[in-house]
Nanobody
Framework: QVQLVESGGGLVQPGGSLRLSCAAS????????MGWYRQDPGKQRELVAT???????NYANSVEGRFTITNDNAKNTVYLQMNSLKPEDTAVYYC???????????????WGQGTQVTVSS
C-alpha cells in the first residue's frame, strides 16, 4: 500500500509564498517521478511541475520562474516552493508520483488527497 501525504496548503495574499510538501510512504521499490498538479472546480487537472529521480524538472508555463520543485530521494519527498503567488494560482494541489512497489516492480501513477491553496487579499 502506498500513500502520498501532502502538507503546506493554506490562504496567502497575492505576492506571498507557500511551500508544499509531499511524502510517499509504503512498500516502495523505486520512484521515477514526483510532482504537483492542480485543479480548479469545473476545470481539468493541470500540470504544475514534476521532477524525476535524476532531478530533471518540468514546469507549466504559467508558473515558470515563480515556482521551484525539489526532491529528497532519501526521504521519498517532493517540495514545491511557490513565490509571487497570484489569485489565479488558487486551486486544489495534488501530489503525484510514478513509482513501483516492492510487490509489483512495475511503475504506475499514484495521487495524494489534495491540499487547498487560496490566494486572496
Amino acid at each position: 500500500q502506498v500513500q502520498l501525504v501532502e502538507s503546506g496548503g493554506g490562504l496567502v495574499q497575492p505576492g506571498g509564498s507557500l511551500r508544499l510538501s509531499c511524502a510517499a510512504s509504503g512498500s516502495i521499490f523505486s520512484i521515477d517521478t514526483m510532482g504537483w498538479y492542480r485543479q480548479d472546480p469545473g476545470k481539468q487537472r493541470e500540470l504544475v511541475a514534476t521532477i524525476t529521480s535524476s532531478w530533471n524538472t518540468n514546469y507549466a508555463n504559467s508558473v515558470e520562474g515563480r515556482f521551484t520543485i525539489t526532491n529528497d530521494n532519501a526521504k521519498n519527498t517532493v517540495y514545491l516552493q511557490m513565490n509571487s503567488l497570484k489569485p489565479e494560482d488558487t486551486a486544489v494541489y495534488y501530489c503525484y508520483a510514478k513509482l513501483a512497489t516492492v510487490a509489483s516492480r512495475r511503475s504506475r501513477d499514484y495521487w495524494g488527497q489534495g491540499t487547498q491553496v487560496t490566494v486572496s487579499s
